[in-house]
């Protein structure tokens, strides 16, 4: 079975458009991953600042409404501690599964890179049995 040149290129042509689509995929994974980790450390220096602060609006209390009102701010920055560490796991997953991506269209492009490789020697091998062969052709009619 033949392999043609041109749908070889082709064909590691296409593979390397899709590992760089994948690259590009996973540094905006990447990207969105770093984003989530420094909202979730925003998060957590808010709730600490928060608490740091308490002292001085506990002093300040006068009824129970503030004391529950300080509580549920508190109960607010733990809420958004939460939301801002389950968007960092799916950013991670996804993360992970960009950089799987990007592996497996990496593996299949050193693929093509090798067909594309085997049939350009093919080829040189080829072409040198052929010039072999006419420059033998040429010396046996000299001899004659």
Do not use: W
Not at 81 to 107: N, V
């Amino acid at each position: 079975m033949t392999i043609r040149p041109r749908a070889v290129r082709a064909l590691r042509d296409v593979r390397e458009r899709l590992r760089d689509a994948a690259a590009a995929t996973h540094a905006t994974a990447s990207a969105a991953r770093e984003a989530s980790q420094a909202a979730l450390v925003d998060e957590q220096d808010e709730l600490e600042r928060h608490v740091s602060e308490a002292a001085a609006v506990l002093s300040k209390a006068r009824t129970v409404y503030d004391l529950e009102r300080f509580d549920e701010d508190t109960g607010v920055h733990r809420i958004a501690i939460a939301d801002a560490a389950t968007k960092l796991d799916e950013a991670d997953l996804a993360k992970q599964a960009t950089a799987q991506q990007l592996r497996e269209s990496t593996r299949k492009l050193r693929s093509a890179e090798k067909i594309s490789e085997m049939v350009q020697s093919t080829r040189d091998r080829a072409a040198a049995k052929a010039e072999q062969r006419a420059n033998d052709d040429m010396a046996g009619r000299r001899v004659r």
